[in-house]
């Protein structure tokens, strides 16, 4: 099986049928043409006898993938109405739940960059391999935005406030705290990635980790786990921000200096979003919550300024509104869980 549209190529080898992520130049970043022809393939591949195991990979030397189109999120919530993110959205999240609950091994290659819509589409699979070379990343806050496709519950269900954090600051990691944080299950280096995919074309998913997967670098987390869980613990981001400052750690306080540069409301609502998520009983009513804030956030300035400053001008200078923590009420995050009304169809992903 090929694939009809270059920036999604498909193919079998043995026992395998391959997905290769096809926008190098943008990091392999989806469109919702992407996000359906995945779709697709696993739709004609759910029922094939021949194929026992989907590999995801990324073509280029930088990554799996960097995330969402959101230049198209931006225009859309600058010129249209919303809508076509909205529809974006909507499969993607719908596909996020689909590789979560795929019948068949769904071994997931996150080698090199793998942020927002990347670890949607790979972190949710049963098989999650990492290497010495991943960056994996839920960057939204700095956007303006907030954690989906799944992100709030994965980070809700780290080891202690480690996805608060993560979901925070939005800072990426490597492969050893990607273990740590239950967003990867594998290290196998780079170097042997091209004999790893061939042998599943021939072998178990389990043989094959067998022979090429080794002990994951080291990471930084598990020794900042103390001032972590006690700042993060806080029940709101003011009170996170000055636990950071107040800490001896000078690792805490620099932390604090990056959560100040992000959207305040942005943080308010991650902080909300992640905590919510922790509550919640399945990957599904999560994807459905993310929803019904992505949506809203489209209607919000600091979306489409974030992505301005940091994507599109590129001046890394966004002017947030409101400007300060302080000036973002509880009624101000309450609005972005809202039921969407007359502002769209709900995200309903079975009951």
């Known amino acids: 099986m090929t694939g009809s549209e270059e920036s999604v190529l498909l193919h079998t080898a043995g026992r395998a049928a391959h997905i290769t992520l096809n926008r190098p130049r943008a990091i392999n970043a989806l469109d919702h043409a992407m996000v359906r022809r995945v779709d697709e393939a696993l739709t004609a591949w759910e029922h094939d006898s021949a194929v026992e195991t989907v590999v995801l990979t990324g073509a280029g030397e930088r990554g799996l993938c960097a995330g969402g189109d959101i230049r198209a999120v931006h225009d859309d919530a600058r010129d249209g109405d919303g809508s076509a993110a909205a529809a974006f959205w909507r499969d993607e999240y719908r596909l996020n739940a689909r590789v979560a609950r795929w019948s068949k091994p769904y071994v997931a290659v996150m080698d090199g960059i793998v942020m927002g819509g990347g670890v949607g589409i790979s972190a949710h699979g049963s098989v999650r391999v990492v290497t010495e070379r991943s960056r994996i990343a839920m960057p939204e806050t700095g956007i303006g935005f907030v954690p989906d496709v799944g992100g709030t519950y994965l980070l809700s269900r780290a080891p202690g406030e480690l996805g608060t954090r993560l979901a925070l600051t939005g800072a990426a990691i490597g492969a050893g705290d990607a273990l740590l944080c239950g967003l990867a299950d594998h290290c196998v280096p780079s170097g042997a990635l091209p004999r790893f995919t061939a042998d599943l074309a021939e072998l178990p998913v389990r043989e094959a980790l067998d022979r090429h997967a080794r ?7 598990a020794g900042q786990r103390e001032w972590t869980d006690s700042c993060f613990a806080a029940d709101t981001v003011e009170e996170i921000v000055q636990r950071l400052l107040d800490h001896g750690d000078p690792a805490a306080k620099e932390t604090a200096q990056t959560l100040l540069a992000k959207s305040p409301t942005a943080l308010k609502v991650t902080l ?15 994807l459905e919550q993310e929803y019904r804030v992505s949506c809203a956030a489209l209607t919000t300035p600091d979306l489409v300024e974030g992505i301005r400053a940091q994507v599109i001008d590129k001046d890394r200078n966004p002017r947030w509104s409101p400007p300060t923590l302080a000036e973002v009420t509880t009624t101000d995050v309450a609005r972005f869980f809202e039921p969407l009304g007359k502002h769209g169809p709900e995200l309903e992903l079975g009951r």
């Not at 002990?215 to 987390?221: F, N």
């Not at 909300?272 to 999560?286: H, M, Q, Y």
């Open 215 to 221: 002990p994951a670098p080291e990471g930084e987390l």
């Open 272 to 286: 909300a979003a992640v905590r919510r998520a922790g509550r919640l009983d399945s990957l599904e009513r999560v």
